[in-house]
């Protein structure tokens, strides 16, 4: 039998696991953003023109999710959609810098935009 640890090596192994990650997180971001920004479902749906099961469905993760779904979803709530490639066994965290934004909500991570867009890259963590 199988260990919890070995069986989570072995799900890495696949690229389905991967996949589903990658959902998973886009789905997590695109609720954090929805949630800083006062947007429920119903109103992400008007935006993108599209039912509020659709919606469901992109926060759940489900379905083959396209660039360009993800774009879109994005844009609907002021945001740009980035990818990044990194080596295998890379840890990488990213930093929104936002220096030619002014913070108007610490508690809330609200920002009111400048003229300037804000700069958004990867920042490589040594493992």
């Known amino acids: 039998m199988k260990t919890f640890s070995e069986m989570l090596a072995t799900a890495k192994q696949d690229d389905a696991y991967w996949v589903e990650a990658a959902k998973l997180d886009f789905a ?25 099961a659709y919606v469901t469905k992109l926060l759940r993760g489900d379905g083959n999710l396209t660039i360009e779904t993800m774009v879109k979803a994005g844009r609907t709530l002021d945001c740009d959609f980035h990818t990044h490639l990194a080596r295998r066994n890379a840890s990488v965290r990213w930093l929104d810098s936002h220096d030619n934004e002014k913070r108007i909500n610490p508690e809330a991570d609200r920002w009111v935009k400048s003229t300037k867009e804000p700069h958004r890259e990867p920042i490589p963590v040594a493992a």
């Open 28 to 52: 997590l971001e695109l609720t954090r953003q929805m949630k800083l920004q006062g947007v429920n479902n119903a109103e992400l749906a008007r935006r993108l023109g599209t039912s509020a």
